[in-house]
């Protein structure tokens, strides 16, 4: 079974902290995505990346960024975070960019 | 632009009372259509995919259905474990791999 694990289930921040949202799969998928969903609008995609030290923008990259070092691994980054931030965060990874398998997400909280 | 839009937004069901979700859909050329399932506070589980019109997959008590403009998901005699929120997604043949996610449908079973 695809395994895609996120660093934290819950995490609480204040506002101008940098963040770090770490994501890691095990089964080799070349491609990984980052979404964050909000009551009312879905799933919206941040970045994703379809190989290392590629990236791509989503929908809503504004305030992130992204990192890709080894293809496992997949991070996102809140440079300075801001309350419109707090969201539920979602990693996904892939294999042929079909289907996508999900983490269990990070509740992010910044106050 | 993709667009997904999801019927009803929430469900109650009698346990064993069968229904259809609903997922309608408008793409620029149809690369996949996509359900999962998510339970309260975890990432999407995935479910199907769908290609074509007049496509159908089962599991267990759920079929999903695909015509050129929608896709439905058939829930037979339900449970109260099939409670979750039910999400379509779909893929277009154009611009970058992004899904694009309907706000999804809120299902409960009573017992």
């Known amino acids: 079974d695809v395994k895609v694990t996120q660093s934290s289930r819950y995490l609480v921040k204040r506002t101008g902290e940098k963040v770090f949202l770490e994501c890691v799969q095990d089964?080799?998928?070349?491609?990984m995505f980052w979404y964050r969903q909000d009551p009312g609008l879905g799933l919206r995609l941040i970045y994703f990346?379809?190989?290392?030290?590629?990236?791509e923008k989503g929908d809503i990259p504004e305030g992130y960024s992204v990192s890709r070092e080894k293809k496992e691994r997949f991070s996102l980054i809140l440079e300075s975070a801001s309350t419109n931030q707090t969201s539920m965060y979602l990693c996904?990874?892939?294999?042929?960019?079909?289907?996508?398998?999900f983490g269990p997400g990070t509740r992010l909280t910044v106050l | 632009e993709d667009q997904v839009t999801q019927s009803p937004e929430a469900l109650r069901l009698q346990e064993g009372e069968s229904s259809s979700l609903n997922c309608s859909y408008t793409v620029s050329g149809l690369r996949g259509l996509f359900w999962y399932r998510q339970d309260p506070g975890k990432g999407p589980e995935f479910l199907f995919t769908l290609y074509s019109a007049g496509e159908e997959k089962e599991k267990e008590r759920l079929k999903a259905t695909l015509t050129k403009k929608e896709s439905f998901l058939h829930i037979t005699a339900p449970k109260p474990e099939d409670s979750a929120t039910y999400l379509c997604a779909v893929r277009s043949n154009f611009g970058n791999e992004k899904l694009t996610f309907g706000t999804g449908t809120r299902l409960t079973i009573i017992p």
């Open positions: 996904a990874s892939s294999f042929n960019l079909d289907t996508q398998y």
């Open positions: 990346s379809y190989d290392v030290k590629m990236k």
């Open positions: 089964m080799d998928h070349e491609n």
